[in-house]
Structure formats: C-alpha cells, structure tokens
C-alpha cells in the first residue's frame, strides 16, 4: 500500500499535509459529477483531474485521453493483471480505471489530485489512502436523477435502466463518505465542493 503523503524524515506532518491530497468524488450517473468536476478544473487549472481507463465506448463528442481513455476488455484485463490500477471496477457492463503511476506521481509532486469515479472504486480508494477526502453528489430527489439521465440523452435505454438500478444502490452508500453534497442549484453545489476541496 502507497502512502498519500509522501513520508520525509527532515519533514513535520504539518509540512507533509502540504505536498499532496486526493479528493475522491462519487455518487451516482446522471447526478451531475461530470459537469461539476468541469467547472471544477475551469476555475482550478492547478488541479489534477485523472483521466480514466474505459472499455465503454465512447459517446459523441468525447475524446480519448481527454474524456477517458478508451481501450478494449482484452487490454483492460491486461492492465489489471500488471497491477497499473489504483482502483478499477465494472459498472453497467463495462470496465473502469483509475491509472495508478500518474496519479501518485502527481501527489508525490504536491498536487490536489480528485478522482471522479463510482462507489466499488471509491471504497478501494478509502481503503487503500485512508488519508483520502472522500466527497458523495446526491440528486435532490431519484426522479430528478432519471430526467437529468434521459435529458442527457447519449445512453441507450438499457444503458439507462442499468444506471438507475445502481443509482438506487448507490445513493444508500452516501453515508460512507466523509461529506455530501446535493447538487440541486448548480452553482450551490460547486460552491459547496470548493470550500471542502480549498479550506
Ligand atoms: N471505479 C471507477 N469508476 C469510474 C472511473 N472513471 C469513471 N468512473 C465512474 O463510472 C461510472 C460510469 O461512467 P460513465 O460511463 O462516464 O457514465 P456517466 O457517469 O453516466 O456519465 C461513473 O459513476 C463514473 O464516475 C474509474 O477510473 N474507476
Ligand atoms: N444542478 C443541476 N441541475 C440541473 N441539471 C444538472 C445539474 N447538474 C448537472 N446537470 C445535468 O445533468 C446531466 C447529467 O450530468 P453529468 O455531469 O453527465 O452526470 P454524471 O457525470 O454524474 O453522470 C447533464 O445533462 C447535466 O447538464
């Protein structure tokens, strides 16, 4: 197990809090952890935002490396047997990942490093950095999540039934993690995350 923070004899904890954090943002599809983490990295360049590995394919408009990176089940598993995963889990019948070397390089070198990932790999996360902030989105109400689902309108119906179904799991997880957040008035709720992620 990696360390969060980087242990240096010559360095107090109160230095050490300084070199590096890693927030981890969950919460269900179609609750809004996308656009948040966008606006998010719009008002923060200096944040470190990791791009993950799918075997999803992708939607318009996305772009590989960007989006994601957007590989297939036979690399996937290759991957996890080579151990370059922090964290990885299946959600709606497809293969999520987070790349372990960069994002610990990233904190080694002090920066604020968010993952927004699903709740399997968020619990790895707060098993494996207990140090971790964990943060969880809830929708204001479940039939505001189906239409913010539908209004998205890039998933396919079994897509969204598979989302929704896991949506429900999810949501009874909220209290797992350190903060929740309701993303009901956009700009409320991003406000709400930067005063967790900048105090
Ligand atoms: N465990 C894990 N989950 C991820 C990762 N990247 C994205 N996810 C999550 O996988 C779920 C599905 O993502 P996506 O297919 O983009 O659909 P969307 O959330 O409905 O837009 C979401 O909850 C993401 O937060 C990752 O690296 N690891
Ligand atoms: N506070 C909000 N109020 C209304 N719609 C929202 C809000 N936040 C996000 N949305 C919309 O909900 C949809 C799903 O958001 P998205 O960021 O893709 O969710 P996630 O990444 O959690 O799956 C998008 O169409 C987005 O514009």
Not at 9 to 20: I, V
Not at 72 to 90: H, I, R, T
Not at 153 to 182: G, K, N, P, T, Y
Request: proline share 5%.
């Amino acid at each position: 197990m990696m360390p969060v923070l980087p242990i240096q004899s010559s360095a107090t904890t109160e230095e050490c809090l300084h070199l590096g954090k890693l927030v981890v943002l969950t919460g269900p599809s179609g609750v809004g952890k996308g656009t948040l983490m966008r606006s998010l990295l719009e008002r923060h360049p200096e944040l470190y935002y990791s791009v993950s590995v799918t075997t999803r394919s992708p939607r318009p408009g996305e772009i590989d490396g960007k989006s994601y990176y957007f590989i297939s089940g036979s690399k996937f598993e290759q991957l996890v047997a080579e151990d370059e995963f922090l964290e990885w889990a299946e959600f709606a019948g497809n293969y999520y990942g987070t790349p372990r070397e960069t994002v610990l390089n990233q904190i080694n070198s002090g920066k604020l490093v968010v993952l927004e990932i699903e709740l399997e790999g968020a619990r790895q996360i707060r098993a494996s950095f207990p140090s971790a902030l964990s943060v969880f989105i809830l929708p204001p109400s479940f039939d505001e999540l189906e239409k913010r689902i539908r209004s998205r309108a890039q998933d396919s119906e079994e897509a969204i039934a598979r989302r929704l179904i896991r949506a429900h799991e999810e949501i009874q997880a909220a209290d797992e993690f350190d903060i929740q957040i309701v993303n009901d008035d956009f700009e409320t709720a991003l406000n709400e995350i930067e005063a967790v992620l900048f105090k």
